[in-house]
């Protein structure tokens, strides 16, 4: 992977208890493009080379942005499980705020021939609709070039989809977030109650930790031979943003424990893994995070692995997640409970516990079923049962 590229480790946290993104894919942004985009910044425009919308295929250019519109910017992409199960959402939501000035704009970076193949795909649980179909209520639009990514995504810090905009009447941004606060939040928006500014001095914690993970990002490829200076230089953005109620924290946490098992500090990493826990416990969006990092790290017999993720299952039963995940969860039609065993179901695996993976990924497949993550639960139960078999038979 290159420097300029963001490829996080953690390819994708849609199967975790912490809600519903997945980490955006080598894009082409750098640490050092300035924080440009905050809430209430003037919005760019907006230029992508195909838009599909009622039948047919055109450009999309917004130099100007309508004074009598609202608009909603949602960033997908076709692999994101997350963005996909919200397309009925979107859909519904352009329907119920058609009448009141709100246009939806959904833009992926991939190639047009990408979408095309995609949206011919039937939306589940619906007969013979597709997903061309939902373009006709929405624009769904693609940017090859990646040029409104820069705009929005790198400008603001993020990293992960989806990710909405939403612009006011006033061409401003005024919110900046996923699917489970975006009716509410237009809503607020339209009736005069909306409070940015307070908003903004919200938003702006997380931002500042989403670009310290960008840059850290970036910095560990650049000096993966000196995994000494990337932990003190990790260490200096941990000191930097101090101590935050922000669950992103985490994934700086992450990169140091990461880097930690990579140079064969095994118990300074292990050391860090409980406390990560301890500091994190009863947020499980923070939890959810961290437990997520276990699995990506290699199965060594120097770490603890069973007594790790002993604590971890525990710390994912008994945290809570927040009204603003458990809305989005509903909205999705996702169940938690089972994206807890999912999760746990993974942890196992990583300490060596196949049977019980086994286990919680046929727990969860049972819990998925009628909700949007159906085939993915039974997907994951399908990989454990391989991996069961594989270790029985000596492979």
Known sequence: MKASQIKFILVSIFYLPIGTQCWAQDQKTTSNEPKTLKVGSTAPHIDAEFCFRKNEVNSLKIEQYNRDTIYVVEF?????????????????????????????????????????????????????????????????ACDPDQSVYKEYMAASGNFSIPKIFIIGKDGRVEWIGEHGGLRSTLEEILTGRWDRAGFARKYEVKQDVSLAIRRMSEFRQKHAEDPDVVIAEIDKE?????????????????FRIQTLVNCGRFDEADRSIREGFTNASGNLEAVGILASILPQLPEIEKIDRKSIVELAVSELENASPTETLSHAMQELNISMESQLKLQEARLYVWAGLVRRAEEAAELARRLAVGTSTESIAEAYFQEVQKIRDNREAGR
């Open 76 to 140: 997908w992409a076709t692999w994101c499980p997350p963005c996909i199960a919200a397309m009925p959402l979107m859909e519904d939501i352009q329907n119920e705020f058609a009448d009141r000035g709100v246009q939806l704009i959904s833009l992926s970076n991939e190639s047009r021939e990408k979408l095309d193949e995609f949206l011919a795909k039937e939306v589940p649980g619906i007969s013979g609709k597709t997903y061309l179909d939902i373009a006709e209520v929405y624009a769904i």
């Open 238 to 254: 941990l000191a930097k943003i101090g101590p935050v109620d922000e669950p992103l924290i985490q994934i700086l946490r992450g």
